[in-house]
């Protein structure tokens, strides 16, 4: 089997690891840095750790920090407007994934002709974006790791890929000391979506053993260490280690893709306007019991994974308690099983259905599901 593996170019990790980030600056000849970030992290202590280490180095910087949940296209070309106008040489990303993947559109924009609606899918930038240093705050998107950029189009209430490994950052840093004040909500979602990358790459059609190695890694890594760093974010060793989840999974599903839990979470996450995570917790047992009959093997895989013994189950057996397994997880997080739990009522869309089938991640589920089952799944978390 051939396959080519793609990541980006250096990681470092560690306490204050972003203490070195002038020095990955200097390294990649920037001279004007643009820290992308959102509003919520610019007025907190966190950036003004990352502008007192830019000061102390006399490195001249700007702030964006415009960016919103689920970024539209207008805010990731006013973005380019700033990069362009003051000549920013380089990108911070410093925030979530919407930092992350505002700023991988924004260093492509800057050096490339046309609009964000132009880039959508594969694509080889004609000219190569401005370099991206990577700084996540949360443990999940696994952004910082992936050639994904998830753009919103929220005129059109869908969430589109633009992908490309010219947008692979050059440096990845993973620092636990910006995780320690994070609000549950920003511990359990990112976390769960990370959980579901994993899973995903490891039951995806492309998957290969290089891939499944880092999806099974991470899982272990988030199974055994989300729900006692929900309860003490101030622990750094278990900050480190779900920064090192979400980045191992980031870097599997980005060679092997994920699967219809993603495919049917994108359009819920855009018409309902949910954090991304709990739109995953919603379908991924129900995305895996519809898979079950085609990936058997790789259940029993799964199950003993979260560090249960098989002894002499069945496969049958081994694959139903995995999902048990995984739906328990979710209830321990504290996380709603449906819409109606959180007060939404639920109309299944057309459009909604369109944009499932169309996602490029359904190519990579085990299991081949039509129209009607697409609906049905959707139905099934009213």
């Known amino acids: ?19 070195l ?30 502008i007192s280490i830019f000061d102390a180095e006399k490195i001249k910087y700007k702030i964006f920090s415009e960016v919103e949940s689920d970024p539209d296209i ?7 407007e ?27 924009l800057v050096k490339n002709e046309g609009r964000v609606r132009d880039y959508f899918g594969f694509v080889t930038f004609k000219n190569d974006p401005i370099p991206i240093i990577a700084v996540p705050t949360t443990a999940g998107t696994g952004s910082e790791a992936t050639l994904v950029a998830i753009v919103t ?30 609000p549950t909500e920003f511990i359990v979602y990112p976390g769960i979506d990370a959980f579901s990358h994993a899973i995903e790459s490891f039951i995806s059609l492309r998957s290969n053993l290089f891939t499944e190695h880092l999806s099974l890694t991470a899982i272990k890594l988030i199974y055994s260490t989300l729900i006692p760093f929900k309860e003490n974010p101030k622990n ?14 980031g870097t599997s599903f980005a060679n092997a893709s994920l ?18 995570g709990l739109t995953c917790a919603f379908f991924l047992s129900r995305v895996l019991r519809e898979n079950k009959d085609a990936t058997l093997d790789k259940y029993v895989i799964l199950y003993e994974s979260l560090g249960f013994e098989r002894k002499a189950l069945s496969k049958e057996d081994c694959a139903d308690r995995f999902i048990e397994a995984v739906e328990e997880f979710m209830k321990r997080l504290g996380v ?41 799944l959707f139905e099934s978390i009213s």
């Not at 207008?74 to 380019?80: A, D, I, L, Q």
């Open 259 to 276: 699967t219809a839990v993603h495919a049917l979470a994108h359009p819920i996450g855009s018409h309902y306007h949910l954090p991304h």
């Open 82 to 108: 700033v990069a362009s106008e003051e000549q920013h040489d380089i990108i911070i990303t410093f925030g979530g994934g919407s930092s992350i993947d505002t700023g991988k559109v924004i260093s492509f």
């Open 1 to 19: 089997m051939l396959y080519e593996i793609l990541k980006p170019g250096k990681l470092i990790a560690g306490e204050n690891s972003i203490t």
């Open 153 to 182: 189009d929220k005129e059109n209430k869908i969430k589109l890929p633009i992908r490309s490994p010219q947008l692979l950052p050059k440096v990845v840093i993973l620092d636990p000391t910006l995780l320690s004040s994070l």
């Open 336 to 376: 709603p099983n449906n819409l109606s739990s959180i007060g939404i009522k639920h109309k299944v869309l057309p459009e909604m259905i369109e944009d499932a089938m169309k996602s490029p991640v359904m190519l990579g589920n085990p299991k081949k599901l039509d129209r009607e089952r697409i609906a049905w």
């Open 236 to 249: 750094t060793e278990l900050g480190l280690r779900m920064l090192y989840g979400s980045y191992l999974a």
């Open 74 to 80: 207008s805010v990731m070309e006013k973005g380019k």
């Open 21 to 50: 980030i002038p020095k990955e600056v200097k390294l990649l000849k920037g001279t004007y840095p643009l820290i992308v970030t959102d509003p919520g992290i610019a007025k907190s202590g966190l950036l003004n750790r990352l």
